[in-house]
Nanobody
């Protein structure tokens, strides 16, 4: 059983920064990829960033490059999402996701494990 817990969601003003953290517990499984997605009300879940374990590679959504970085230690089951220059359109529930395979896909269907999400609200 894999459990993911996100922390760090908050209400921030436009232009501000926020750091989200995700910690996984995976007693019998080996997580090789951890990722962040977000979902705004009435919209589909959207890829934000992902990081792989063995190759330490990362991938950032094109629309968020320059404002988002992902870091962490997959072997220790932690990943952090640093966001800056936040905009009201960044308002969403941010989810941590994980997978046993080494992949950096943007499709949420490729990820088996999900956290409950943490709310990020950016005020104008």
């Amino acid at each position: 059983q894999v459990q993911l817990v996100e922390t760090g969601g908050d209400l921030v003003q436009a232009g501000g920064s926020l750091r989200l953290s995700c910690t996984a517990s995976a007693a019998r499984f080996i997580i090789r990829t951890m990722a962040w997605f977000r979902q705004a009300p009435g919209k589909e879940r959207e890829f934000v960033a992902a990081q792989s374990r063995l190759r330490s590679q990362s991938r950032i959504a094109e629309s968020l490059k320059g404002r988002v970085t992902i870091s962490g230690n997959i072997a220790k089951l932690t990943v952090t999402l640093q966001m800056s220059s936040l905009k009201p359109e960044d308002t969403a529930v941010y989810y941590c996701a994980a997978e046993d395979y080494e992949l950096l896909t943007t499709d949420p269907a490729d990820y088996s494990y999900w956290g409950q999400g943490t709310q990020v609200t950016v005020s104008s």
